[in-house]
């Protein structure tokens, strides 16, 4: 059930997230094909907020301009200097504020100093490191404040090891009085195992109200976000608490170690949830799927499988062993074993692999086949064609019914330009082809085996121009004497002479049996 859409979402990704230890921020770290503040904003779009902001600072321009690209109509907020997560929520609401206000007096509704006009209404507030949060999550936390007519729901856990995390500190009622941050709990405080996720839904009015009286008297020096909930309460408003039913589903990634662990939970939730639509998956611990794949019914997924990007797998279709597929699309029906694909579409019931190499612009057609050690790249090949084995095809059209021999190379690069050949329908292209583009041979033409095709072939021609054999007799025993292979070929000629031998001691044997029999 969907709740009441929220005003808006705020996603907090102004963290420098030091302990990744890396040149790039710790949101656009990746798992399961998106990266972390792309998780946080799919997340959020499935409450159907009326805007969405993320607060930046750290890498200020790598962060909104991913932000940017993924969700176009999401706001940016820039965090001033002052630290800590009450600053960041400070200025995403002042940045919400100033877009309702500006949308307000567009409609000609009020001045730029109506403050009515400022955001009201329920505000969820999240982080953009926590990417196993799902918008089912969020949900229930909006229902939860909403039924509840809270002015603060926060999403809390109950872990094994709540060192680091604000503890939730409840009253003898089991209210939630207040969250109390690690580095100033006391150690009865320290001893609480119900920990603030750092999930929240803000009635905007009260959130506005608490964020003006937030202070820095603390053990860091920054603004806690967390102080809005006392804060909320002195002013008479209800503060209520949602159990994360699943505390790993709430944790952060803080370092590489969680970023790979919540890497696995998500995949383990990717994979689970196809298998409940009706996708075999023979070994879920090796099958690897991205977010944005979808996968049709009575698709079967064979162990070591990984599928990313946009790719799509239509119903009953088998992909695997061993097979990474980045934005392939793959028709009913069809095959595809031990390859490695991206940017390419795979016809209904054709079969590719084993051991195929298909690049960008590879389409292949209903039924068509991809054998084994073919390599293809920007190449059009017709329904029913076939290129069974050991070939390149690059920058080529090949037409409906075609068969394109063993070892067929289309040469598409001159060292200079790359060009493109075309091949017509019924094609028989000879073993061992050198096709040079650019060429074009005809609807049902042949080439014969070792041709090296230079011009256009003509429909239903046949090319012809490997050089005709020369056999010179004795050559190896006159010119590698006492050679491995002069013995051979000694002993080859040795047991033909044998041979010859022996077959006339047969007819000699046959001839006086009939001398015998003519007698009798
Ligand atoms: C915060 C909570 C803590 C909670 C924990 C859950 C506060 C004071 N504490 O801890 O109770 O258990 O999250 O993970 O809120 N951020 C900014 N600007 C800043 C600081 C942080 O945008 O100035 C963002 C970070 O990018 C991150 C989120 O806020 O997305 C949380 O920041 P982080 O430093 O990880 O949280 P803590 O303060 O450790
Ligand atoms: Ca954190």
Same mark, same amino acid.
């Given at each position: 059930m969907t709740p009441t859409p929220p005003a808006a979402v705020m996603i907090l990704a102004a963290g420098a997230g030091t302990r990744m230890k890396s040149a790039t921020p710790k949101?656009?770290?990746?798992?399961?094909?998106?990266?972390? @503040?792309?998780?946080?904003?799919?997340?959020?779009?499935?409450?159907?907020? $009326?805007?969405?902001? *993320?607060? *930046?600072?750290?890498?200020?321009?790598?962060?909104?301009?991913?932000?940017?690209?993924?969700?176009?109509?999401?706001?940016?907020?820039?965090?001033d200097h002052v630290p800590g997560t009450g600053s960041a929520v400070r200025c995403g609401l002042s940045t919400l504020d100033a877009t309702t206000v500006a949308a307000a007096v567009a409609a000609g509704g009020a001045d730029m100093a109506h403050l009515d006009s400022r955001i009201q209404g329920s505000i969820v507030v999240t982080s953009g490191d926590v990417p196993l949060v799902d918008g089912v999550l969020l949900s229930m936390l909006v229902?939860?404040?909403?039924?509840?007519?809270?002015?603060? =729901?926060?999403?809390?856990?109950?872990?094994?090891?709540?060192? $680091?995390?604000?503890?939730?500190?409840?009253?003898?009622?089991?209210?939630?009085?207040?969250? *109390?941050?690690?580095?100033?709990?006391?150690?009865?405080?320290?001893a609480i195992a119900e920990i603030n996720a750092g999930i929240y839904v803000f009635d905007a009015a009260r959130l506005r109200d608490a964020?003006?009286?937030?202070?820095?008297?603390?053990?860091? $020096?920054?603004?806690?976000?967390?102080?809005?909930?006392?804060?909320?309460?002195?002013?008479?408003?209800?503060?209520?608490?949602?159990?994360?039913?699943?505390?790993?589903?709430?944790?952060? @990634?803080?370092?590489?170690?969680?970023?790979?662990?919540?890497?696995?939970?998500?995949?383990?939730?990717?994979?689970?949830?196809?298998?409940?639509?009706?996708?075999?998956?023979?070994?879920?611990?090796?099958?690897?799927?991205?977010?944005d794949v979808t996968l049709d019914a009575d698709v079967t997924l064979l162990p070591g499988t990984q599928l990313h990007g946009a790719t799509r797998i239509g119903a009953g279709a088998t992909v695997g062993p061993d097979t990474t597929l980045t934005d392939v699309e793959v028709g009913e029906g069809a095959t595809v074993t031990r390859t490695h694909g991206s940017g390419s579409r795979i016809g209904a019931r054709a079969t590719v692999g084993p051991f195929s190499f298909l690049?960008?612009? =590879? @389409?292949?057609?209903?039924?068509?086949?991809?054998?084994?050690?073919?390599?293809?790249?920007?190449?059009?090949?017709?329904?029913? +064609?076939?290129?069974?084995?050991?070939?390149?095809?690059?920058?080529?059209?090949?037409?409906?019914?075609?068969?394109?021999?063993?070892? =067929?190379?289309? @040469?598409?690069?001159?060292? *200079?330009?790359k060009s493109s050949s075309i091949v017509g329908d019924h094609v028989?292209?000879? +073993?061992?082809?050198?096709?040079?583009?650019?060429?074009?041979?005809?609807?049902?033409?042949?080439?014969?085996?070792?041709?090296?095709?230079?011009?256009?072939?003509?429909?239903?021609?046949?090319?012809?121009?490997?050089?005709?054999?020369?056999?010179?007799? $004795?050559?190896?025993?006159?010119?590698?004497?006492?050679?491995?292979?002069?013995?051979?070929?000694r002993a080859a000629q040795d047991a033909d002479a044998t041979r010859g031998l022996s077959s006339g001691a047969q007819e000699e044997r046959a001839a006086a049996a009939a001398d015998q029999e003519g007698e009798a």
């Open positions: 949101v656009l770290h990746r798992i399961a094909g998106r990266s972390l @503040v792309a998780h946080a904003l799919a997340a959020a779009a499935e409450l159907d907020p $009326g805007r969405t902001v *993320v607060v *930046v600072r750290h890498e200020r321009e790598a962060v909104a301009s991913h932000v940017t690209e993924v969700a176009p109509h999401v706001l940016v907020a820039d965090q229902e939860a404040h909403d039924a509840q007519g809270n002015a603060v =729901t926060v999403l809390t856990a109950r872990v094994p090891d709540a060192t $680091g995390y604000g503890r939730i500190v409840r009253d003898g009622s089991g209210a939630v009085t207040r969250i *109390v941050e690690h580095k100033d709990a006391s150690d009865a405080e320290r964020l003006a009286h937030l202070t820095t008297d603390n053990a860091q $020096g920054e603004l806690y976000l967390t102080d809005v909930l006392a804060l909320a309460r002195e002013a008479g408003g209800r503060v209520g608490a949602l159990v994360a039913p699943d505390a790993a589903a709430v944790e952060g @990634v803080n370092d590489r170690v969680q970023l790979a662990n919540a890497g696995a939970a998500l995949n383990r939730r990717i994979v689970e949830g196809w298998m409940r639509a009706g996708v075999t998956v023979v070994d879920p611990a090796t099958t690897w799927i991205d977010a690049r960008p612009g =590879t @389409v292949l057609g209903d039924k068509g086949k991809i054998g084994a050690y073919v390599e293809t790249k920007n190449a059009t090949i017709g329904a029913h +064609s076939k290129v069974p084995h050991l070939s390149y095809v690059g920058d080529a059209t090949v037409g409906r019914h075609s068969n394109v021999g063993a070892g =067929t190379i289309f @040469v598409n690069y001159d060292g *200079v330009t028989r292209i000879g +073993s061992d082809n050198t096709l040079i583009a650019p060429v074009e041979i005809g609807d049902g033409a042949y080439t014969g085996a070792g041709a090296i095709i230079r011009h256009d072939v003509p429909a239903g021609a046949l090319a012809l121009n490997a050089v005709p054999q020369q056999v010179v007799d $004795g050559w190896v025993e006159r010119r590698r004497p006492g050679s491995p292979s002069a013995e051979a070929a």
